[in-house]
């Protein structure tokens, strides 16, 4: 999978020397609290979730990015499509380092995603979903083009269902 760019960041494959960088902002309880409460938390998820998403690249052809600003170099977190076999379609999702935050980071990283996904992978949809509480990540989704469907289950959470259609 290449690196994919935009304005201000480079979306590419996680990576072993990303993970000191990636082990700290799974280590930050502000930027995990957002995350299923089915997920094991801690610096210890960012060594799995490295060999996991590179086990599901070579299955499905696709799977989150790491996100890096373009000019600092530094790891922001990360971005990207997971597939999820209790919907059959994949999910975008992304999670941010606090200090990224609410200057349109996580929206433009997880707009290429939604648009690599409906266009160079050719996906017929594409879901997302956030917890009603979290309006930042729902503002996302929605700025993705996704569509509030409704609330769901989700591995013991419940949370609010986006999605998109491809064309």
């Not at 956030?130 to 729902?138: D, K, Q, R």
């Not at 409704?150 to 419940?158: L, Y």
Request: charge should be negative.
């Amino acid at each position: 999978m290449s690196p994919l760019e935009t304005e201000r960041l480079i979306l590419k494959p996680l990576e072993a020397r990303d993970l000191p960088a990636y082990r700290e902002i799974w280590g930050n309880p502000n930027v995990t609290r957002w995350l299923s409460s089915s997920e094991q938390l801690g610096r210890e998820v960012a060594d799995r979730a490295v060999a996991a998403w590179a086990k599901h690249l070579k299955t499905h052809g696709y799977a989150p990015w790491a996100v890096v600003h373009k000019e600092t170099g530094a790891l922001m977190g990360h971005c990207g499509l997971q597939f999820l076999k209790e919907w059959g379609h994949p999910e975008v999702l992304y999670m941010l380092d606090e200090p990224w935050w609410g200057v349109g980071y996580a929206t433009e990283a997880a707009m290429t995603a939604a648009a690599f996904g409906l266009g160079a992978l050719r996906l017929d949809r594409i879901g997302g979903m956030a917890f009603e509480e979290n309006a930042a990540s729902i503002r996302v989704l929605e700025k993705c083009g996704l569509t509030r469907v409704g609330s769901i289950t989700f591995r013991g959470d419940e949370l609010i269902y986006f999605e998109r259609i491809g064309t």
